[in-house]
């Protein structure tokens, strides 16, 4: 019973067997206790077996492929495939990486406090015994009182709760759905990454023995006085600088590797001897295919963040409702018995809190100003959305025009080394005229696969301003539950 409540209480006499009373609380505090059958179970948390879990993550596991065959809806033979494209790597990704089981878990939680915004109340039980010293002769110096207090809600509260509840499970699911978008595109970025410095370490390898075999030949014709030191110096700086740009290719191409068994949540040594596809890198969406209106309107409508955001207000408009039905006081009904001194004495109380200090006025305010800010922050993840495609669109249309024109540049690089090559078998010209073209040459391949990377990363932004893939257009399966994992992995 609340102190300080309201309480009416009648006291009827009523004959009842001591012993029967007695019996019946023994009854109801077993009962009471028999409800508690949820018991602890402890889950140590120890960094060596963690680590070692994740070390032993592969791409060849059962699990992950009954995965990607559900979410492909095929069989994948054989397993693993010769060469993992984007889509089985991204379905990798979803399967392993940890961000998503940070999200998982909150999404869990989310849902478990809708399961607690539902609960009623359990009553309250309170016994006092007391003997009395001084009981009169023959009269039983005992006294039990027993009060059952019952919490009974008002104004609606308890279905505002579960709302409210509901909105911020949405919420959490919706977060969960963007944070599946987030390991994909950076799994995306990370491979083309890797793409570009493994193109550039092929060309580069290709213009290395070039300018190797340019140094042997002025060498040799310097040794025979037919040309200054100078070029020959010349000759060895362009070298050497080719060389340096060829291992700093190799080093990027490691980085890009690692960084990649980062973004789909395994260690390196997982990606060993395993060949990659990089298809997708050959698809390139038109720039009219991507009309500005339609991709706006796409991000602005379907945008999982965007949807979060409102599950958030309607929360936060949730808890203002709330707040304000928190004006009524709930009522406590606190039926009780008493056994005084052979007397049975029932009685049924009413309490509740007197709204006389306050009206919830401080709450009120709070869950206000909590919603004005659940708006600004929507409204800001427009405008903020809105700009984030525009400048996606501007970036790509601009990329897709240097693209052309470094494409341009290759093509006059290899007509002239067709030239160059012709002009040899002729006779008009020397092997180092080749040898100069196709140096070249190569300077406007690596200029041309610095236009396709920078390219593919702005076709990567508009992708991530509308959440949704583009080349190739393949959509993500929802993930609201782990994985199957393997029992050695866990989750």
């Not at 791409?59 to 060469?83: K, N």
């Not at 939680?109 to 009623?120: C, I």
């Amino acid at each position: 019973m609340a102190n300080g409540g309201l309480r009416l209480r009648s006291v009827p006499r009523v004959a009842v067997s001591p012993r029967r009373s007695r019996r019946a609380f023994v009854l109801l505090l077993a009962l009471a206790a028999a409800v508690g059958c949820v018991t602890y179970q402890a889950r140590p948390l120890r960094a060596p077996e963690t680590a070692a879990r994740f070390e032993a993550r592969r791409l060849d596991d059962a699990g992950l492929r009954r995965f990607v065959e559900e979410a492909l809806g095929r069989p994948v033979t054989p397993w693993p495939p010769p060469a993992m494209g984007l889509d089985v790597l991204a379905l990798a990704a979803l399967y392993y990486h940890p961000d998503l089981d940070v999200a998982r878990a909150q999404l869990a939680a989310a849902e478990a406090a809708a399961v607690t915004a539902g609960q009623r109340a359990n009553p309250g039980l309170q016994a006092t015994p007391e003997w009395v010293s001084n009981a009169p002769e023959g009269v039983r110096p005992w006294v039990l009182s027993v009060t059952l207090d019952v919490l009974l809600t008002t104004a609606g509260k308890r279905a505002i709760r579960i709302a409210e509840a509901h909105h911020l499970s949405e919420a959490a699911r919706l977060r969960l759905g963007d944070e599946v978008w987030r390991v994909r595109a950076r799994l995306r970025t990370r491979l083309v990454d890797l793409w570009q410095a493994r193109q550039a370490e092929a060309v580069l390898r290709r213009q290395d023995a070039a300018a190797r075999e340019r140094v042997r030949l002025l060498e040799a014709r310097l040794a025979h006085g037919e040309v200054a030191r100078l070029e020959v110096t010349l000759g060895r700086r362009q070298s050497e600088q080719v060389a340096l740009a060829l291992a700093e290719a190799r080093e990027r191409s490691a980085t890009a590797l690692v960084q990649m068994a980062d973004a789909i949540g395994v260690s390196a040594p997982a990606l060993a001897g395993q060949a990659i596809s990089f298809d997708f890198t050959g698809i390139l969406p038109a720039e009219d295919e991507l009309a500005t209106v339609q991709v706006r309107g796409e991000a602005l409508q379907n945008r999982p963040d965007i949807l979060a955001s409102l599950a958030e207000y309607a929360a936060s408009e949730a808890a203002l409702r709330l707040e304000v039905a928190r004006q009524y006081p709930d009522l406590i009904l606190g039926p009780g018995y008493t056994f005084d001194k052979g007397d049975n004495q029932w009685a049924l109380g009413l309490a509740l809190s007197l709204p006389l200090m306050n009206r919830n006025q401080g709450p009120i305010a709070e869950a206000e100003a909590h919603r004005r800010e659940a708006a600004a922050r929507f409204i800001a993840l427009q405008a903020r959305v809105i700009a984030e495609v525009d400048g996606a669109l501007a970036s790509y249309r601009g990329a897709l025009a240097a693209l052309a024109t470094a494409r341009t540049l290759l093509a006059a690089g290899d007509t002239a080394l067709a030239a160059a090559d012709t002009r040899f078998a002729a006779g008009e010209t020397d092997r180092l005229g080749v040898l100069d073209a196709e140096i070249e040459r190569g300077s406007d391949a690596l200029a041309q696969l610095g236009a396709e990377g920078a390219t593919q990363r702005a076709l990567g932004r508009v992708e991530d301003a509308v959440r949704r893939p583009l080349a190739p257009a393949t959509p993500l399966p929802p993930l609201t539950t782990a994985p199957p994992r393997s029992e050695k992995e866990g989750t």
